[in-house]
């Protein structure tokens, strides 16, 4: 079965699921390189990096992230939205930020590096980016319940 088909059948008696039953789900999809390679794209201006919605319904959406060598994400939040990412090549660097009372500008608070199989969760307010400090393409494999809305980017 194709991987889209598999998402379709995890996702259609899922209902508000938590980060922990999304990284479940992840885990059980079988989210290799070779099964997702037809869904990765190329960088597309504006972005620095391939960005391809594979799935959307109205309680959940699925992307594939492809961050070449040296390039990453802006700073941003996901709106109402929470999710799970799962790294399937290359190394994710995740920036976390805080929001500090009366500074207008997110702060650096931590860096996570994250290898294939490896998954970072997207609890409730986070505010990250996503760079490929590697010399390798990163690919992760990302989803959101309920679908991405109102995510904020920072400068």
């Known amino acids: 079965m194709d991987f889209i088909s598999c998402l379709h059948r995890s996702f259609q008696n899922l209902h508000r699921p938590d980060v922990w039953r999304l990284r479940q789900v992840i885990e059980q999809l079988g989210c290799t390189r070779e099964r997702i390679s037809p869904l990765i794209t190329k960088p597309q201006p504006p972005l620095s990096y391939g960005r391809n919605v594979v799935f959307r ?29 799962r790294v399937v ?27 294939p199989g490896e998954s970072v969760l997207i609890g409730p307010g986070l505010i990250h980016s996503m760079r490929n400090a590697g010399k390798e393409p990163m690919i992760s494999f990302h989803v959101y319940t309920p679908p991405l809305e109102n995510a904020k980017q920072y400068s």
Do not use: K, M, Y
């Not at 992230?65 to 996901?78: A, C, E, K, V």
């Not at 660097?93 to 702060?107: A, H, K, W």
């Open 57 to 85: 319904s109205d309680q959940f959406e699925a992307i594939v992230i492809h961050l070449p060598p040296g390039t990453g994400t802006p700073i941003h939040d996901h709106g109402n939205s929470i999710g799970c990412v």
């Open 89 to 115: 090549a290359g190394t994710l660097e995740n920036r976390v930020f805080t929001l500090s009372p009366g500074v207008s500008e997110p702060v650096l608070s931590s860096t996570g590096c994250h290898l």
